[in-house]
């Protein structure tokens, strides 16, 4: 089936204005990741579901940061009053989820942030 | 608590050399261990995982990992360097207590000609 999706690829904004990022997991996947990418760097945890439970909000780094799933299917990253220090590529990932069974994480293609 | 540290943030080799890519981890308990390999404007895919069984992990386009305990190492190897090998790495640890992954900060290869 088809893989993780991501839209917009790109998203080109203002600073201050408020942005929703999509993430479409594979079909079954009951965990949800979100990661943050800046320019020339790892990866940084954001945000974790997986599947009715509260998500692991640990990684957000300030209350401009919110997630939404519903429930084993899509998610929106929103990021309000965004600041140019937002500017990264934000990756979305999805696994089957099964705790203990150490299932690799399917990546989408990312979206690519720039706040002016 | 658990991480991963890749020394060195960019790897050059020649074709056809021997590549060697640097992950060691800090874990308080059994950890399982992954590679990524990100293509340019690519998302990540995964090279090849350790979850407790064979030491040494085959892995896609002849990438293979051996997980040493002693050294709580877990370094990306592969005998011939291609062109088509350029790009990032990451060395991921996940516990068996979560989902949770953490990821490297990467290592960017460039192979030369």
């Known amino acids: 089936g088809a893989g993780v999706s991501q839209s917009p690829s790109n998203k080109v904004t203002e600073k201050g204005k408020d942005v929703e990022l999509r993430c479409d997991p594979i079909?079954?996947?009951?965990?949800l990741y979100w990661y943050r990418q800046r320019l020339g760097q790892g990866l940084e945890f954001l945000i974790y579901?997986?599947?009715?439970?509260?998500?692991?909000k640990s990684g957000l780094p300030s209350d401009r940061f919110s997630a939404e799933r519903t429930g084993e299917s899509v998610s929106t990253l929103t990021i309000q009053r965004t600041q140019q220090e937002d500017s990264a590529v934000y990756l979305c990932?999805?696994?089957?989820?099964?705790?203990?069974?150490?299932?690799?994480?399917?990546f989408g293609p990312g979206t690519r942030l720039t706040v002016l | 608590a658990q991480s991963v540290t890749q020394l060195g943030s960019h790897v050059s080799v020649s074709e056809g050399a021997l590549v060697l890519l640097r992950c060691n981890y800090s874990?308080?308990?059994?950890?399982?261990l992954f590679w990524y390999v990100q293509y340019p404007n690519q998302g990540l895919q995964l090279l090849l995982k350790?979850?407790?069984?064979?030491?040494l992990v085959k892995g896609i386009n002849g990438f293979e990992a051996e997980f040493k305990k002693s050294e709580t190492s877990f370094h990306l190897t592969k005998p011939s360097a291609h062109m088509s090998d350029a790009a990032e790495y990451f060395c991921?640890?996940?516990?068996?207590?979560?989902?949770?992954?953490?990821f490297g900060t990467g290592t960017s290869l460039t192979v030369i000609p």
């Open positions: 990932a999805s696994s089957p989820g099964l705790v203990g069974s150490y299932n690799e994480q399917f």
């Open positions: 079909s079954g996947h009951t965990a």
């Open positions: 579901f997986q599947g009715n439970s509260a998500p692991d």
């Open positions: 874990s308080s308990v059994p950890p399982y």
């Open positions: 350790y979850t407790s069984a064979a030491t």
């Open positions: 991921a640890v996940i516990t068996n207590t979560g989902n949770q992954f953490y």
